[in-house]
C-alpha cells in the first residue's frame, strides 16, 4: 500500500432521513454529561478527543481548553496566543496540531504540558487556516481563501519538520476557489487511505484531493449538496459533515476510494446552536456550539453538545 493513511460527510432532503438526536439516557454506570459547560465568552471552533477528554480551541483568543467528557469539568491547558484556534486533531503521542485561521499558521502543542512544540508559518493575509486532518506520514491543513493544501511531513517516529519544512500543494482539476465566501473547510483521508476529502463550504461540495498531484474530482452524492458544511469526520467508511448554519449532521456512505457516497440520515439535536465541528470520542460525537449568530460578549456562554455516534 503506498502512502496509506491511517483512518481515526444536503439541503433538500425528505422528513424520513431526518433524526432527531436524544440525549443519551443517564444510567448508574453512565452519567457523562450531554452539555458540556465551556468557559464563558471562548467562542469555540474546533474539537478533538482522545479516551476521556477533548481539547477545544477559541477563534477568538487562541486559548485551548481540555474538558473531561465523564465528568464534564476542564481546564485551560495552553494560553491565549492572540491569533485563532481553529480545527484541532489529536495524535496518538498526545500532540494537539492546531489550524491558526487569519494568522496563517499552524502549531503543535503537548496536551500533557501544554508547551509549543513547533510553529509554522504557511501564509500571509489574504489566509484562513482552516482545518487539519492527520495521515499516516503528514499534517494537512486547509486555507479557506486559497486553492491550496498544507502539508507537514511526519517523519520516523513522527518526527515534526523544522519550521520551514512544510510543502504546499496546488489543487486543479473540478475544485475552483469561488467568490469570498468559506472555501475549502473541513478535510479528513478516504477509507482507502489513499486521497483526502476537503468540503467547499460555500458551494456544498465535497472535493477529493489526489494528495500526490493536487488534482481534485467532486464526491459524487446524488441528490445532496453541503452547503455551511464546515467540520468532517471518517469512522471507517462512515463520513459526518457538520453544516454550522443549518444545525446538523449529515452522514455519509462513501466506497472505499472517497469517489461515492449516499447519504444515510441527518442528525440534528434540540441544544445545537451553530456546531462546527466533530471529534468521536467514548462512543458519541461532539461538537462545540460556535453560536456564529448569538453576538460575542466576555459573558456569553458557550457549550459543547454530545450526540448518538451511531
Known amino acids: 500500500m503506498n502512502r496509506r493513511i491511517r483512518t481515526a460527510l444536503g439541503v433538500a432532503l425528505t422528513a424520513t432521513l431526518v433524526t432527531t438526536a436524544a440525549p443519551a439516557p443517564a444510567t448508574a454506570h453512565d452519567r457523562r454529561p450531554s452539555v458540556i459547560a465551556l468557559p464563558d465568552g471562548f467562542q469555540p471552533e474546533g474539537v478533538a478527543a482522545a479516551g476521556r477528554y477533548a481539547w477545544f480551541g477559541s477563534r477568538a483568543t487562541g486559548e485551548i ?11 485551560q491547558v495552553s494560553p491565549a496566543t492572540g491569533t485563532p484556534s481553529l480545527g484541532l486533531k489529536v495524535d496518538p503521542r498526545g500532540r494537539l496540531f492546531v489550524a491558526g485561521g487569519t494568522a496563517g499558521d499552524a502549531r503543535v502543542i503537548d496536551t500533557r504540558t501544554g508547551a509549543v512544540l513547533a510553529r509554522y508559518r504557511f501564509a500571509d ?21 486559497r486553492p491550496v493544501l498544507y502539508r507537514l511531513p511526519l517523519g520516523r517516529g513522527g518526527k515534526l519538520p523544522p519550521a520551514d519544512g512544510f510543502t504546499t500543494l496546488q489543487l486543479t482539476g473540478d475544485f475552483q476557489q469561488t467568490g469570498t465566501g468559506v472555501n475549502l ?14 468540503v467547499q463550504s460555500n458551494t456544498g461540495t465535497l472535493i477529493r484531493v489526489d494528495p500526490a498531484t493536487g488534482v481534485t474530482a467532486a464526491v459524487d452524492v446524488p441528490g445532496t449538496t453541503f452547503v455551511n458544511g464546515d467540520g468532517l469526520l471518517l469512522l471507517g467508511r462512515t463520513l459526518y459533515v457538520v453544516q454550522n448554519r443549518l444545525n446538523q449532521i449529515a452522514v455519509v456512505e462513501l466506497n472505499r476510494a472517497g469517489t461515492t457516497g ?44 454530545a450526540v448518538d455516534a451511531r
Open 262 to 305: 449516499a447519504l444515510r440520515r441527518v442528525v440534528t439535536d434540540p441544544d445545537f446552536d451553530v456546531p462546527t465541528t466533530v471529534a468521536s470520542a467514548l462512543g458519541r460525537l461532539y461538537l462545540p456550539n460556535a453560536r456564529f449568530t448569538t453576538p460575542p460578549t466576555p459573558t456569553t456562554p458557550y457549550t459543547a453538545v
Open 65 to 75: 481548553y481540555r474538558a473531561d467528557l465523564i465528568t464534564g469539568a476542564g481546564k
Open 125 to 145: 493575509a489574504p489566509t484562513f487556516v482552516n482545518d487539519v486532518a492527520l495521515t499516516r506520514d503528514a499534517a494537512w491543513f486547509t486555507d479557506s481563501n
Open 185 to 198: 473547510n473541513g478535510i479528513v483521508p478516504t477509507p482507502d487511505g489513499r486521497a483526502l476529502i476537503v
